[in-house]
């Protein structure tokens, strides 16, 4: 027999695969949405829980089926990958801020500010970049970025604005330990800002002028119900 070109579907079946053409504007602009629901709950369960935060629940709160959740992220670690490249993306007009500064010691400044509340406003990063280190460990995306921050540090020497004895991968620790006060509750997450300026004080060479320091210090009360809680919360994490 000849080879029988296949008509329309008769038995009330429907075919398995779409090609683009096949699908709406809606279906699309659905699709879409149930994709940013899910990367928005799987960001506030990874935050509460940690990367191991249960996928069922990420949908459930997503309000899709497993189903769509798995033909978005075929596994776990297509979700991670997902939600690295869409905080990434978000730090994208920080290196033209820094060019922008007047001065080397503000492009600093403006480092440490923008990507230390992006690391609070959003407490499942430190969960994701630490899986993403594991599982894309040849992964060098950062690499042009951090040759730009090294110059910048260097130019602030130079300037005579930074310690002579600082050096970038000093500013990425610091960013490391203040960045985390956002994954220990609301009560420490609303201090950064207060102990970046302590820490750029630090920063700076003697004979230079020290800014007033922003907010109020916790009190002692504030500062035990905010240990209260987090102590609570590494019970409940065991």
């Known amino acids: ?3 029988l070109a296949r008509g329309p579907r008769i038995d009330g079946m429907t075919p398995l695969s779409r090609t683009p053409e096949d699908v709406s504007p809606s279906r699309r ?3 879409r949405a149930n994709r940013e ?5 799987a960001r506030i369960l990874i935050a509460e829980n940690g990367i191991e935060a249960s996928l069922e629940e990420i949908a459930r709160r997503a309000e899709v089926g497993v189903a769509t959740l798995y033909r978005n992220f075929p596994t776990r670690d297509d979700l991670v990958r997902a939600l690295h490249a869409t905080a990434l993306a978000d730090l994208l007009p920080v290196r033209e801020e820094i060019e922008a500064a007047p001065t080397a010691w503000d492009g600093v400044v403006v480092y440490l500010e923008r990507v230390i509340e992006w690391l ?8 994701i970049l630490k899986r993403m280190a594991v599982i894309e460990p040849g992964m060098r995306s950062g690499d042009r970025f951090e040759s730009f921050i090294a110059e910048l540090v260097e130019q602030a020497k130079v300037e005579s604005s930074l310690r002579s ?3 970038a991968v000093d500013l990425a620790v610091l960013i490391t330990l203040i960045g985390s006060l956002g994954s220990l509750g609301n009560g420490y997450a609303g201090q950064w800002h207060r102990q970046l300026s302590i820490a750029l004080d630090g ?8 800014a ?6 916790l009190n002692v009360k504030q500062f035990r119900a905010s240990m209260h809680g987090l102590s609570r919360r590494s019970r409940r994490a065991t």
């Open 1 to 3: 027999m000849g080879c």
């Open 165 to 167: 004895d600082v050096y």
């Open 212 to 217: 007033k320091l922003p907010g109020r210090p």
């Open 120 to 127: 609070v406003a959003d407490p499942s990063l430190p969960p």
């Open 203 to 210: 920063l700076r060479p003697p004979g230079h002028d020290r």
């Open 37 to 41: 629901r899910l990367l928005t709950e």
């Open 29 to 31: 602009r659905d699709a």
